[in-house]
């Protein structure tokens, strides 16, 4: 397959409404898995989030957007507290369903869930010393995605960190032979392989950001798009 360009009118099934919530939430479950093995959320708090933390003399606030079922703001709390960082996080998602799956993980002081969009969080003033998303950008049309990156300026005051993934023939081909063991029964290989058909190249990704925004390569087949506020 070719992947020269990206594949915008492709619809994941996990973003239908109506579909089948047995696998849906199958499929939120097993992004832990993928999360870890291919989104280098390590590498990125060693080189983004460490520093960050570092510099504050308080307990920090992490904004995941989008947060699914919310491995990835586990992941990044446990990471911090393991440094002796204090650290509180919010994870977001308007879909209920995500935010079951999130809520039915194992609880961790000083992290929470809600049902709402970024803009919610604008209007009533809120602030986050640090606002992520993992696999958002690809999900959300142009006007959606100029709207996540005007909230999240509003809402970070130290760093905003949006990661994906860089669409490519190579991570198509890896992804269609690794992720099939851990496929059945949820949307994992046809939402995966459709995510990475809707996924920016890097260059797309730069012209569709503010200028002060950088388009970094955490790993061969990731995204970052960062903006420091201060
Ligand atoms: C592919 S999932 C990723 C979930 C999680 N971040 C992860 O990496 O496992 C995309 C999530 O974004 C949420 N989403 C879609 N559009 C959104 C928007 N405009 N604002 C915030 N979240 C959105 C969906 O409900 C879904 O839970």
């Not at 020269?4 to 099934?13: I, K």
């Not at 093995?37 to 307990?59: E, I, M, Q, T």
Request: some cysteine; proline content about 6%.
């Amino acid at each position: 397959m070719r992947l020269s360009e990206r594949e915008t009118r492709l619809r994941e099934l996990m973003d239908d409404p109506a579909c089948d919530p047995v696998r849906l939430r199958r499929t939120l479950e097993r992004f832990a898995l993928v999360n870890r093995a291919v989104s280098c959320w390590g590498a990125v708090y060693r080189a983004r989030l460490r520093p960050l933390l570092r510099r504050l003399d308080r307990p920090a606030r992490l904004l995941d957007i989008g947060c699914g079922g919310g491995d990835v703001v586990r992941r990044l709390v446990r990471l911090a507290r393991s440094d002796g960082f204090g650290v509180e996080a919010l994870g977001i998602d308007p879909d209920p369903r995500a935010l079951e799956v999130a809520r039915a993980a194992k609880t961790m002081p000083g992290v929470s869930y809600e049902q709402a969009r970024s803009r919610a969080l604008v209007e009533r003033g809120e602030r986050f010393d640090l606002v992520i998303s993992n696999h958002l950008l690809h999900h959300l049309d142009d006007g959606s995605l100029e709207q996540l990156i005007a909230d999240s300026e509003a809402l970070a005051t130290g760093l905003c960190l949006h990661s994906d993934i860089a669409r490519s023939d190579g991570a198509y081909a890896l992804f269609s032979v690794a992720v099939p063991p851990i496929a059945p029964g949820s949307f994992l290989l046809v939402d995966g392989l459709r995510s990475i058909r809707r996924s920016y190249a890097p260059a797309e990704l730069r012209a569709r950001l503010p200028p002060d925004w950088r388009v970094e390569r955490p790993g061969r087949f990731r995204l970052l798009a960062v903006n420091r506020r201060r």
